[in-house]
């Protein structure tokens, strides 16, 4: 079992930036892939970004390339998202999951996820 916890988010301007983390407790961190998925009103899950066990492969949707940056720290079971130049577009409730014994390129699927945080608000205003 994986246990995740989210925060950092909140209420920012577009073009502001927001740091969200994902802390890990339970099973061992360092063995699983980490993702982050958001989920605005009325709309499906969508993936955001996804990091490999080590941090050394990461992958990104189309929206956010560019802008947002995926970490992690295995010496503290903790994944970040660095957000910048927000856009209202990524208003959503953002989750972060654990993917367990993933090996390689981290997942974009929401359904290879095992665990995942209550999720945390980010709002963009315009």
């Known amino acids: 079992q994986v246990q995740l916890v989210e925060s950092g988010g909140g209420l920012v301007q577009a073009g502001g930036s927001l740091r969200l983390s994902c802390a890990a407790s339970g099973r061992s961190f360092s063995s699983c892939a980490m993702g982050w998925f958001r989920q605005a009103p009325g709309k499906e899950r969508e993936f955001v970004a996804a990091?490999?066990?080590?941090?050394?492969?990461?992958s990104y949707s189309d929206s956010v390339k560019g802008r947002f940056t995926i970490s992690r720290d295995n010496a503290k079971n903790t994944v970040y998202l660095q957000m910048n130049s927000l856009k209202p577009e990524d208003t959503a409730v953002y989750y972060c999951?654990?993917?367990?014994?993933?090996?390689?390129?981290?997942?974009?699927?929401?359904?290879?996820?095992?665990?995942w945080g209550q999720g945390t608000q980010v709002t963009v205003s315009s």
């Open positions: 990091i490999s066990r080590s941090g050394v492969t990461t």
């Open positions: 999951a654990a993917d367990l014994e993933r090996l390689g390129i981290p997942s974009r699927s929401p359904k290879d996820y095992e665990h």
